[in-house]
């Protein structure tokens, strides 16, 4: 009986070896993922050099819900996970934390997540900007490798420009390659200036390509596109663009004076700013002085210079410590209707999603700019270590601030405020309190945590 039965239980043994090694198989197919390297910036360089790849760097936030979403998503898919680990050695930066605000610098990083693809010398390929899923994501990494084969790379162009190339068609391919990447161009851009007439540098065709490619206001375009506005010879299509253009460039400058604390600079870009705003097209020219302010006040909050930034945040937290729930509430009604307005004119297929993903948001305008604008004055003056006075009147705004809207991110502004004026047990239950809320609301809670274990080792500064 035994003997009939063994060759049918060697089957079963078996088939069910080979199921089990089949999901085993499974598993192992399913959990391809990409392949972060977690070495320095340098050391991957030199790992892509060795295995001759190219780099593909995730540029993230820890606060960027795109980045958690792409990070979730993409980057655990079987399809986006083998064909980065083949095609590219990988790497992912915190923008805002030790290496990654270099790298951020030096590639223009504006917003998040941007995704960098780079050869191991550093040269930028292909740099994209958001995540749209996982389709778009490996179309332009496929763009980045069809680059790398063209001999016109951004490489081909800078090899070329640093042997002396100055032909115009050269400089001219040179510069649109890099707006395409969306890189700073003045110096060959300066340099194409040099090649062209005083009429071909005033010509429709030049203003055109000052305006798409202008990155800094010390170019010569800059003066060439504030004089074709000042000229009127220009209809409002071309100044809008032009205008465009000029935001751009003072934006990065202003940035660059921000990240090296130049106060100078900082003085001659708030005149070129004053400029900027002056041109603009039906523009009320009564909210200069006030947005000039925001500026100065902004900049010294950003260079941790309280001396300075006390003044215009003490005043710019009176007014909106005068504004009253009922004016709030008529402000937040105007432009919620401002709201339903502009999504009457969208299709019907994309007005109701349009309203269902914004109609929160729009209901309470002008409360949360209030809330958000007087959390930032309160954590300037509690984060630039503020006497007790200044502490005090931080304290006082961020209630405010919790009063018309209540925020994770506001009551651990609260929690530190309150732990540095002494009440050490409250801010540790205010910040209780915000990473409970915040996990009710799906928010990121690592920062937050991070305070609370400084808190309650009395190593919070």
């Known amino acids: 009986m035994t003997k009939n039965l063994s060759k049918p239980t060697h089957v079963v043994f078996l088939c069910i070896l080979l199921l089990f090694n089949m999901k085993a198989l499974a598993v192992t197919i399913d959990s391809v993922r990409v392949n972060f390297l977690s070495e320095n910036f340098r050391s991957v360089l030199t790992e892509a050099k060795r295995v001759n790849k190219p780099v593909f760097i995730d540029v993230y936030t820890v606060w960027c819900g795109p980045c958690k979403?792409?990070?979730?998503?993409?980057?655990?898919?079987?399809?986006?996970?083998?064909?980065?680990?083949?095609?590219?050695?990988?790497?992912?930066?915190?923008a805002e934390k030790g290496e990654g605000i270099t790298i951020a610098k030096e590639y223009g990083v504006n917003s998040y997540p941007t995704l960098l693809f780079i050869l191991p010398d550093g040269t930028l390929i292909q740099k994209t900007t958001g995540y749209n899923g996982i389709d778009p994501l490996l179309a332009e990494a496929k763009k980045a490798l069809s680059i790398l084969e063209d001999k016109k790379s951004l490489s081909f162009y800078k090899q070329q420009f640093d042997a002396g190339?100055?032909?115009?068609?050269?400089?001219?391919?040179?510069?649109?390659?890099?707006?395409?990447?969306?890189?700073?161009?003045?110096?060959?851009?300066?340099?194409?200036?040099?090649?062209?007439?005083?009429?071909?540098?005033?010509?429709?065709?030049?203003?055109?390509?000052?305006?798409?490619?202008?990155?800094?206001?010390?170019?010569?375009?800059?003066?060439?596109?504030?004089?074709?506005?000042?000229?009127?010879?220009?209809?409002?299509?071309?100044?809008?663009?032009?205008i465009d253009g000029l935001n751009r460039a003072w934006w990065s400058d202003y940035k660059k004076a921000i990240n090296t604390s130049n106060d100078n600079h900082f003085q001659k870009l708030l005149d070129r700013y004053n400029s900027i705003l002056e041109l603009q097209p039906n523009f009320d020219k009564k909210r200069i002085p006030l947005l000039v302010e925001n500026r100065r006040r902004n900049y010294f909050a950003k260079t941790h210079n309280l001396r300075e930034?006390?003044?215009?945040?003490?005043?710019?937290?009176?007014?909106?410590?005068?504004?009253?729930?009922?004016?709030?509430?008529?402000?937040?009604?105007?432009?919620?209707?401002?709201?339903?307005?502009?999504?009457?004119?969208?299709?019907d297929s994309t007005r109701k999603a349009t309203f269902e993903r914004h109609a929160q948001s729009r209901r309470h305008t002008q409360t949360n700019f209030l809330a958000g604008d007087l959390n930032e004055v309160a954590q300037v003056f509690?984060?630039?270590?503020?006497?007790?006075?200044?502490l005090l009147m931080a304290l006082n705004w961020i209630k405010r601030a919790l009063q018309v809207k209540t925020s994770p991110i506001y009551i651990s502004t609260q929690a530190r405020i309150v732990y540095k004026l002494g009440d050490t047990n409250e801010g540790i239950s205010l910040q209780k309190q915000a990473i409970k809320l915040a996990q009710s609301e799906k928010k990121e809670i690592d920062s937050m945590i991070e305070e609370l274990g400084k808190m309650t080792s009395k190593t919070l500064k």
């Open 165 to 242: 190339e100055r032909s115009n068609d050269f400089l001219l391919n040179y510069i649109e390659k890099c707006n395409s990447l969306e890189l700073p161009i003045s110096p060959v851009l300066e340099t194409y200036f040099r090649n062209l007439t005083l009429i071909e540098l005033n010509s429709p065709m030049t203003l055109d390509l000052i305006a798409r490619s202008l990155s800094t206001t010390d170019s010569k375009g800059y003066s060439l596109l504030i004089g074709a506005i000042r000229s009127g010879n220009y209809q409002t299509q071309f100044i809008e663009k032009a």
């Open 69 to 94: 979403v792409m990070r979730k998503e993409a980057f655990t898919n079987t399809k986006v996970g083998s064909f980065l680990n083949q095609n590219f050695v990988c790497y992912a930066i915190d």
């Open 382 to 390: 509690l984060t630039i270590n503020g006497n007790r006075t200044d």
């Open 309 to 347: 930034y006390r003044p215009f945040g003490q005043q710019f937290a009176k007014r909106l410590m005068s504004i009253s729930d009922d004016s709030l509430a008529k402000s937040d009604a105007f432009y919620f209707n401002e709201f339903i307005k502009d999504i009457s004119q969208l299709p």
